[in-house]
């Protein structure tokens, strides 16, 4: 039962240009969301998160935009830069202490 | 202030043998988790621990798998008898209390099964 989902197994952009990963999710009940990324050989670190009683949250170049109605969510990442390529997971806590995560997306960004 | 710390980082088992796991979560950190990731999947829940505590184990295969967090020493994954689906990379992520934004995730263990 995937409760939480990435449809794009991959994304290749361009440096300089804007990256939008894709997440949706199926448990109403979810108020919080997280995005982590993920380098190959390395654990998931946190990038950026968002509450349900906001429809967007700010970090320098990631921005993440919730959209409750219909369970969606988008990571966009201006400009994209090389460095930024890898994994990037979104996930949600349920009212216990378990993550659902996605199953990823990853994302190349090309010099 | 190390990291949250999981070794070792590659271990190969041959079916039928024993696997074990362990992270060291950060100085300060009393709350573990561990995560499965299978080739191709999302990381998915096993277990979450406190000090000496098992709170929620609801993610843990019923069977061969079993996790220890003791009062001295890191938190333990163990997974007996061991075989080729239970290859993976492990997860172990520590908090200072219940807080998401302070999961912290050690670099993984990957666990092959041959």
């Known amino acids: 039962d995937q409760q939480v989902k990435q449809n794009s197994p991959s994304l290749s952009v361009q440096e300089g240009r804007i990256s939008i990963l894709n997440c949706d999710y199926t448990?109403?009940?979810?108020?919080?969301f997280l995005w982590y990324k993920k380098y190959p050989a390395e654990g998931p670190t946190f990038l950026i998160s968002?509450?349900?009683?906001?429809d967007k949250n700010e970090d320098g170049r990631f921005t993440v935009f919730l959209n409750k109605s219909a369970k969606h969510l988008s990571l966009h990442i201006v400009p994209s830069q090389p460095g930024d390529s890898a994994v990037y997971f979104c996930?949600?806590?349920?009212?216990?202490?378990?993550?659902?995560f996605g199953t990823g997306t990853s994302l190349t960004v090309i010099p | 202030n190390a990291g949250v710390m999981q070794n070792p980082r590659h271990l190969v088992r041959r079916r039928g043998q024993e696997a074990r796991l362990r992270c060291s979560p950060m100085?300060?950190?009393?709350?573990v988790y561990w995560y499965r990731q299978l080739p191709e999947e999302g990381l998915k829940f096993m277990v979450y621990?406190?000090?000496?505590?098992?709170?929620?184990e609801s993610g843990m295969p019923k069977e061969r798998f079993s996790a220890e967090f003791p009062k001295e020493g890191p938190s333990i994954l163990r997974i007996q008898q061991v075989v080729r689906g239970d290859s993976a990379a492990y997860f172990c992520?520590?908090?200072?209390?219940?807080?998401?934004?302070?999961?912290?995730f050690g670099q993984g263990t990957r666990l092959t099964v041959v």
């Open positions: 992520a520590s908090s200072p209390r219940t807080d998401y934004t302070e999961a912290f």
């Open positions: 448990n109403s009940m979810f108020d919080y």
């Open positions: 968002i509450s349900s009683i906001k």
């Open positions: 996930a949600a806590p349920n009212t216990g202490n378990q993550f659902y």
């Open positions: 100085k300060g950190h009393s709350h």
């Open positions: 621990l406190q000090k000496e505590n098992i709170i929620d």
